[in-house]
């Protein structure tokens, strides 16, 4: 049996070209980026080559894009590296309930090293809104960290208008870009952002490479200290196949990709609103294009997942970053949802390999389980 994969939001397949160039790379230019001869020449010319490629596709610089081990790694640099910066002239951090675990956990653990954080609201949609994060501002205020498409239930919030606010107020201005990054057109210089989260593995990289956007001319603290790699602020030899594919991953990336998860989307949400008690958790409109989150009238989402994996038809519950903690979703639970709804509620998350054949032996098995669960009268 084909395995149906529905989980791309915590992980993507690698692209065939990707893995491609990233043997060549493991195989013919394995040499430290750092050596000075011609072999490590090669292998640091891929590096700014790479750099060049994603920093091209967020309208930034070169020199602005700092490669880290991922998403976790670039968030926590962006938190701690300023705080530590600003500290303790600025100490204030404002963010939102709905942030990634690593922001989330990252602000946390800051409070403890003396900052103040305001964690906002969001609307039942999962907006934050831009009055709110006016009126947290401080005069100890030195950043706002806002997700830019929420990785559980795809919300896109309008970071461009957060970013102008920010940059009026002379605020530093970071958003987590890890689910929206190729999917939607960031402008870092138009939108106003001084640091931005991207990773590898969600846009059929591969794992273990991502990297932060820093404006130049911004001050930060690097959290490893070493051999002095990407201009101090991350020190340790380069992953340079990981980084190389990683750029071929932002280069095959294209419109059409996103097209087509749009139209899937459209199709199984359709789908699943004709099923009696499904309820669309997020925006309808301002969403990911490969995301879908639903609840289900007295269904356990967890013996869902299990059924259907019977199938071969892979996803989740919530966050793949969540699933070691045991926790409900605090996404959910920040949009208003119930327990019993949180406990109901599965993420579908499409990719560019996903067909239409797939979704609709998806819906139709999904029928068949939900029917059979409230026959026996599993809750």
Known sequence: MKPIYLDNAATTKSDERVAKIMNFYLRKVY???????ALGELAKKAIEGSKKMIANKICAKPSEIIFTSGGTESNNLALKGLFF????AKNHIITTKIEHNSVLNACKWLEEQGAEVTYLDVDKKGFVSTADILKAM???????????????IGTIQDIEQIGKLCKNKGILFHTDACQSFTKIPIDAKKMNIDLMTINSHKIHGPKGVGALYIKDGLKIIPLLHGGGQEKGLRSGTENT?????????????????????????NKLINELLKISGVKLNGSAENRLCNNVNVSFLDID??????YLENYGIYLSAGSACMSNANEKSHVLKAIGLS???IESSIRISLSKYNTEKEIDFFVKKLKEIIKKLKGIGIK
């Not at 040499?31 to 001869?37: G, L, T």
């Not at 910066?85 to 303790?88: R, W």
């Not at 989402?301 to 299990?306: F, G, M, N, V, Y």
């Open 31 to 37: 040499a430290n980026p750092s050596s000075k001869y």
């Open 138 to 152: 401080t005069p100890k205020t030195f950043l706002v960290s806002i997700i830019h498409g929420n990785n559980e």
């Open 85 to 88: 910066a600003n500290y303790p």
């Open 241 to 265: 196949v990981g980084i190389v594919g990683f750029a071929e991953a932002v280069k095959i990336f294209n419109d059409k990709d996103v097209w087509h998860m749009e139209k899937l989307q």
């Open 301 to 306: 989402a967890e013996t869902l997942i299990s």
């Open 339 to 341: 327990k019993k709804e």
